[in-house]
């Protein structure tokens, strides 16, 4: 039982990051976003991936944590791609003044 609520909530929080994915490539900018609370959520995931490895108990919900940590990984990558975006855009319109 503890294994599938620990399923549930890995899985309920994974249905989160595709969208924060698709919202973070359409919307071009880094405002808004916190870096530090996405190296902290990645973080979480690792120390979850950290516990199944150390307990020796892989099993579904270690598939979970990776594919979770993988999304996140994307939306710091985005994070990055938009900040550059947003400093350009800054220096255009610096520039253009």
């Known amino acids: 039982m503890a294994q599938l609520l620990e399923a549930f909530m890995v899985i309920s929080f ?3 990051w595709p969208a924060n994915i698709i919202k973070s490539y359409k919307v071009r900018t880094a405002q808004g976003k916190s870096l530090l609370f996405l190296i902290c959520v990645l973080f979480g995931y690792c ?3 950290a516990s199944k490895l150390v307990a ?3 099993n ?4 979970f ?4 940590s993988i999304m996140v990984i994307v939306d710091i990558l ?8 947003d400093l350009h855009k ?3 319109i610096n520039l253009s003044l």
């Open 60 to 63: 579904y919900v270690f598939v």
């Open 14 to 16: 994974g249905l989160s």
């Open 78 to 85: 985005l994070y990055f791609r938009n900040r550059a975006l």
């Open 56 to 58: 020796n108990a892989i």
């Open 65 to 68: 944590y990776v594919l979770n």
């Open 47 to 49: 120390c979850g991936i």
């Open 90 to 92: 800054s220096d255009t």
